[in-house]
Nanobody, 127 residues
Framework: QVQLVESGGGLVQAGGSLRVSCSASGLTFSSAAMGWFRQPPGKEREFVAAISRAGINTRYVDSVKGRFTISRDNAKNTVYLQMNSLKPEDTAVYYC????????????????????WGQGTQVTVSS
């Protein structure tokens, strides 16, 4: 049974930093492309960042480029999202997702391309 468990969310002031983590089990993590999505209050889920199997390729939505960094540690079966210079509009529930059998260098930005999802972690940025 595949499980993705996010952690590290919380309340932070605008301009601050936060790192959210996603621990995976039940799949071959090194074969999975991973992604982060978020759902702001009252809005639809949106793509944030993605990383290929070995971490060579990454992709970001324009609104977080230069502020957020996605990374992974395949030895720990964990993917991270480091968020710096946070803004109130970054407030959302953040979800990690896994595409279990991804080609080596691929990243995916569409939610439908992912097989598994975590339960989400709340990130709130106060102004």
């Amino acid at each position: 049974q595949v499980q993705l468990v996010e952690s590290g969310g919380g309340l932070v002031q605008a301009g601050g930093s936060l790192r959210v983590s996603c621990s995976a089990s039940g799949l071959t993590f090194s074969s999975a492309a991973m992604g982060w999505f978020r759902q702001p209050p009252g809005k639809e889920r949106e793509f944030v960042a993605a990383i290929s199997r070995a971490g060579i390729n990454t992709r970001y939505v324009d609104s977080v480029k230069g502020r957020f960094t996605i990374s992974r540690d395949n030895a720990k079966n964990t993917v991270y999202l480091q968020m710096n210079s946070l803004k109130p509009e970054d407030t959302a529930v953040y979800y990690c997702a896994a595409e279990a059998s991804a080609p080596s260098f691929y990243t995916f930005s569409a939610a439908r391309q992912y097989d598994y999802w975590g339960q989400g972690t709340q990130v709130t940025v106060s102004s």
